[in-house]
């Protein structure tokens, strides 16, 4: 007998150009499994999360299991739902590494290559607000001229965006690249093992907005439109041997690896 309803499928509530929000939809995508999105612009998502139950940040899933509020515990509730030679944190010997690789790049990537490409974004409100608003309900588009000032101000304030701390957070991006080409340096194709993982994952996407990847979910603008010192160091990040291994990943690993044979 049919089931009264069906299930439901996870609803990922996001801000579309956010890459917490790329790497759980690079999870999605690649672990195949059927989702809707909810795409809000900066500051509105809080509304849009809060009347659901939901928490202050994007990426917020709602399942039929319940609220899941952030990007790692998603990955691990994601992975949880496919078959173990398709998962992103692998049940042998690697585990350890990549559930600790995965929360390092969480905690010490994410929040400096945010606010460091940020940092010039805001100097630029029209870029900035052509960024932001590629999707998402009309009213909130059509209202964001009107508020930018006030996001403005609020995004600087709640992610400490100022000159000093960009540098301060360039420095931390380079020393997570440091490590990251470190580990690669033995010609080893992918963080921990033989194979695709969530460490590599999250390097991938937490580091996209100092790479501007051209598979990125969302177009980002052409890198002529950035300022000298961003296209400088962006140019710097993708000549890195992490930057070319997670441009390389972009490319060739954000498609399910179902089709593929699973790896030993
Ligand atoms: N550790 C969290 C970080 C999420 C996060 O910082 N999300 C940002 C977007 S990139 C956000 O929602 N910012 C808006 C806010 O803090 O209100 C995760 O992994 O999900």
Redesign the pocket.
Known sequence: MAPEHPPLIPHLHS?TV????E?VRWALNRLQISYSEENHL??F??FANFKRGGS????CLFTEEGII????A?LHWLDQQVEPPLRLFPNGENREEVVALEQRF??QL??HT?RYVYFYLLQQPGLARELLSQKGPANERSLLPLLWPALAVMMRK?MNITETASQRSLAKIKAEFDFADQLLSDGRNYFCGNRFSAADLTFAALAAPVLAPAEYSVPLPDLSRFPAPLKEQISHFRNRPSGQRALQWFREEYRSMAHRPPNP
């Open positions: 801000i956010s890459h917490y929000c790497k900066p500051g998502h809080m202050r940040t994007v990426p509020p952030d990007s790692t998603i969480d905690l994410g929040p945010r709640s």
